[in-house]
């Protein structure tokens, strides 16, 4: 049974990519990844951060774009630095043979997106930006919100010719609108929808604010299986569904609803690493079971491509669970 796929140019023996986490920041640890079964993997990420500090180290200035978050950056950064992620591309990349594809996660095109052609020259196949805004700045309007996206990318894609990824969040008025736009400039190789946020509580004892869990669970994967099914067969570009794929069941889903490759991350934290190989096995015995050869003779095979207006599907579909729900 052939599970390979291509991944904007990258040819992976099976669909399934570790994200960019802890889970890949060694080349020990990618390597392990490796012998496990993954397709590829994304590297933790740099974020924009840590490269203003690194072109500020250079240029000799104290300047810093977020002075407030400067003490938690520097010790940030002594634990993984721009010269350990360069490290770690040329490490990976010495040590395996699936794709390494780096990420950097960033929120403005600034000066640190002249640091792009070193992720190339490192030797990544590929670069990964999550590019995490959020649209909560009362003052700036969604047009503003969304140039953002384009002046990165933008940015970004003058420096390197290496495929790019973007990965996104749910946060848009008009998020079907957007990726097809941004699929439109062609400087986007794929999409990865979507990235998880810090996911804020309250704790009403000491009034503090804290964390809802790091972790995902299976019931995330709706927001992205949703997303997927709508936009796979509209939009011409590679899309790896993130967010809750725990299970083979939920990397056969995504492939249904388009995706061409899923990203894991919660469940190998959970499971641990060995777990990729079950999950592999399911979606092995899924396709045994239904007589598929290949991933291409079921992916997108229940995309809402076949519905012509997929808000009145969502809007049916709404009353019918929830409206007769008593
Ligand atoms: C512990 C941890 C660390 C993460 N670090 C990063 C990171 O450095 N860069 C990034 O783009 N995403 C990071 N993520 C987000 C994951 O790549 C992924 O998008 C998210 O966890 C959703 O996938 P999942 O449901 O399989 O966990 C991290 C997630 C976790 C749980």
Redesign the pocket.
Known sequence: MDLSVNYMGLKLKNPIIV?????TNSVEKVRNLEKEGAGAV?L??LFEEQLLMEQEKSNDQNEFDYPEAMDYMKAYAAEYSYSDFIQLIKGAKAAVNIPVIA?V?CVSMGKWTDFAKKIEEAGADAL?L?I?LLPSDMYKTSAQNEKTYFDIIEAVRKQINIPIAL?MSHYSAGLAHLISQLSFTKMVDAF?L???YYAPDINIEDYSITSAG???HRE?LSDSLRWVALLSEKIKIPIAA?????EGEDVIKQLLAGATVV???????KNGISHLAKILQETQDWMAKKGYQNIEEFRGEISYDRFNEPEAFERIQFMKYFGGFE
Do not use: C, P
């Open positions: 994200g960019s986490s802890g889970l994304v933790k990420s990420s996660n990964e999550n995490s990965k990865v979507f990235n998880r790091v972790l995902s995330n993130s967010t809750g794929v725990h990203q894991v991350v919660s469940t190998l934290y």
